[in-house]
């Protein structure tokens, strides 16, 4: 099995990097941490980085996660050539610019780029957003699945995610007490459904909710409150249409052998218990 410790970043094409990276300073809170010839890496909490920006494809989206030992990586290289998944080792030069040790390559069955990575560098200098969002870290992933089922396999019994809660079929996956790491949304493609980064507190989520507003970013989802998570939450859309989120709160499960997966339905109830309509298509009938 593939243990998986924590997500690590996330990568994301885009046709205009000056563009992404205003979004991502300016508006989303991140700082840049650093830059290459064709991508900048910022940072939202102690890691070196947690979300890329580089010259390419908006469809070219990958989401790393970290695993605890270098042997882990070769162990899971192995089982997922057994199961079929192309595999491939990433070069020196990548894992500098990644900023970890050793990391592999592969898909998962629904085709999204997926990178273990082992030891992936903390920074020395602590985050300071280039505005006061207030977030605190890079939490969970969207995914999109195009079979939730054999997916939910795949996360849960190859690695060692473990449901959390389903909506409908879309399976909230826990890898350690944080409610969930993963999210499997059912749509028609492959790729990151999107990004979460946890603030510190509901006046957070309200507070960005005006300042994005005023500006004229996309709100799709909320102010609100999911009920499977009890976290706060504000859905807005970025550069490529990628859609991102600020939530507070999340609940933790610390007691694994009382709790019990919960299932709820596949509407607005679903998502929110304070009333809010979700615009998102992976959210919607």
Not at 100 to 114: E, M, R
Not at 240 to 267: C, H, K, T, W
Request: aromatic share 10%; hydrophobic share 35%; charged share 30%.
């Amino acid at each position: 099995m593939i243990k998986l410790q924590d997500v690590s970043y996330v990568r994301l094409g885009t046709a205009d990097l000056d563009g992404a990276t205003k979004f991502a300073t300016d508006y989303l809170g991140l700082e840049v941490a650093y830059r290459s010839k064709d991508s900048v890496y910022l940072k939202s909490d102690q890691r070196e980085h947690t979300l890329c920006y580089f010259e390419g494809s908006p469809t070219d989206q990958t989401a790393a996660f970290e695993v605890a030992e270098r042997e882990e990586l070769d162990m899971a290289a192995a089982e997922l050539e057994k199961l079929g998944h192309h595999v491939r080792l990433g070069t020196a030069k990548e894992a500098e610019l990644r900023r970890v040790k050793s990391f592999i390559a592969f898909k998962d069955p629904t085709g999204n780029s997926i990178e273990l990575v082992w030891r992936p560098a903390m920074s020395s200098r602590r985050y300071h957003g280039e505005r006061d969002a207030g977030i605190t870290g890079f939490s969970h992933i969207g995914l999109c699945t195009t079979d939730a089922a054999r997916d939910e396999v795949f996360w849960t019994k190859v690695c060692n995610a473990r449901v959390s809660d389903r909506i409908g079929d879309a399976a909230l996956l826990r890898i350690d007490e944080v409610h969930h790491t993963i999210a499997l949304f059912p749509t028609n493609r492959a790729g990151i459904q999107h990004i979460n980064h946890q603030v510190e507190s509901g006046d957070d989520v309200m507070r960005s909710f005006n300042f994005l507003s005023e500006r004229q970013v996309p709100m799709v989802f909320g102010p609100g409150r999911h009920p499977t998570s009890s976290a706060r939450f504000l859905y807005f859309e970025g550069p490529d249409n990628m859609v991102f989120e600020y939530s507070s709160g999340v609940r933790e499960i610390a007691d694994e052998l009382m709790y019990r997966e919960r299932q709820l339905p596949f509407d607005p109830k679903g998502f929110c218990e304070w009333g809010a309509k979700p615009q998102i298509k992976e959210f919607r009938n």
